[in-house]
């Protein structure tokens, strides 16, 4: 195999490359499908790879958004007109679906509708789940933050509450990933689906 590197500075590449080259490398990335209500009751449902837990109690989420032609997408202005989401966890069933609500749709359009998505109703939140949704997590807004000298905002979210089907669910109280079947995103139009899980013992 040949080790040699190549050292490549971003801000030599045009934008598009520089992109391109960051979610190649930063991979597999989980996906956050968030579902999202604005004042007027619009719903809305969008996947974001931008997407991670970020800390332990109180449990913590965020998504990253970037803009559209200039305007925030649907998903931040529902996030900051009603201050709550909702992360769908995308499995290899819903792939299909999650894959056609990340389309351009218009405000007005209800993406659940387009993807024939059942809704489920939330408990502590107004945005509904994905009811086939393996795992859902309704989140309230802690902070919206501009992500300095970009067009991306994150939204950091507090887990309220988990849905989750009960049959994933381990005695030892943590989701079986190989059940779960999870969609990662990788770049361009590739995802990956979950490979082989080892273990290891973490050093004293
Ligand atoms: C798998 C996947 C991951 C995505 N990740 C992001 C992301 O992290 N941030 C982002 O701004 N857009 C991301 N997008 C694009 C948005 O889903 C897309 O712009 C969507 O239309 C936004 O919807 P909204 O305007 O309803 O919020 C992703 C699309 C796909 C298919």
Same mark, same amino acid.
């Given at each position: 195999?040949?080790?040699?590197? #190549?050292?490549?500075?971003?801000?030599?590449?045009?934008?598009?490359?520089?992109?391109?080259?960051? #979610?190649?490398?930063?991979?597999?990335?989980? #996906?956050?499908?968030?579902?999202?209500?604005?004042?007027?009751?619009? *719903?809305?449902?969008?996947?974001?790879?931008?997407?991670?837990?970020?800390?332990?109690?109180?449990? /913590?989420?965020?998504?990253?958004?970037?803009?559209?032609?200039?305007?925030?997408?649907?998903?931040?202005?529902?996030?900051?007109?009603?201050?709550?989401?909702?992360?769908?966890?995308?499995?290899?069933? *819903?792939?299909?679906?999650?894959?056609?609500?990340?389309?351009?749709?218009?405000?007005?359009?209800?993406?659940?509708?387009?993807?024939?998505?059942?809704?489920?109703?939330? #408990?502590?939140?107004?945005?509904?789940?994905?009811?086939?949704?393996?795992?859902?997590?309704?989140?309230?807004?802690?902070?919206?933050?501009?992500?300095?000298?970009? /067009?991306? /905002?994150?939204?950091?979210?507090?887990?309220?509450?988990?849905?989750?089907?009960?049959?994933?669910?381990?005695?030892?109280?943590?989701?079986?990933?190989?059940?779960?079947?999870?969609?990662?995103?990788?770049?361009?139009?590739?995802?990956?689906?979950?490979?082989?899980?080892?273990?290891?013992?973490?050093?004293?």
């Amino acid at each position: 195999m040949n080790h040699e590197m #190549i050292s490549i500075v971003p801000t030599d590449l045009d934008p598009r490359d520089a992109y391109r080259l960051l #979610i190649s490398a930063v991979v597999p990335r989980p #996906i956050g499908w968030a579902s999202t209500q604005g004042a007027d009751g619009s *719903l809305n449902i969008a996947p974001f790879s931008f997407f991670n837990a970020v800390s332990n109690m109180p449990l /913590t989420v965020m998504i990253s958004v970037g803009q559209r032609r200039g305007q925030p997408k649907d998903t931040l202005r529902n996030a900051q007109e009603t201050g709550e989401f909702v992360i769908n966890i995308v499995d290899e069933d *819903l792939a299909a679906a999650m894959n056609i609500t990340s389309g351009e749709w218009a405000y007005d359009v209800n993406e659940f509708d387009r993807a024939g998505l059942a809704t489920a109703p939330s #408990i502590d939140v107004k945005p509904p789940r994905v009811a086939a949704a393996p795992i859902a997590l309704e989140c309230k807004v802690t902070q919206i933050i501009p992500v300095q000298d970009t /067009t991306y /905002t994150m939204i950091l979210g507090r887990v309220l509450r988990f849905h989750i089907r009960s049959s994933l669910l381990r005695p030892n109280g943590a989701i079986d990933a190989t059940l779960l079947r999870p969609v990662a995103r990788l770049s361009g139009d590739e995802y990956a689906t979950l490979g082989r899980v080892f273990e290891m013992k973490r050093p004293a």
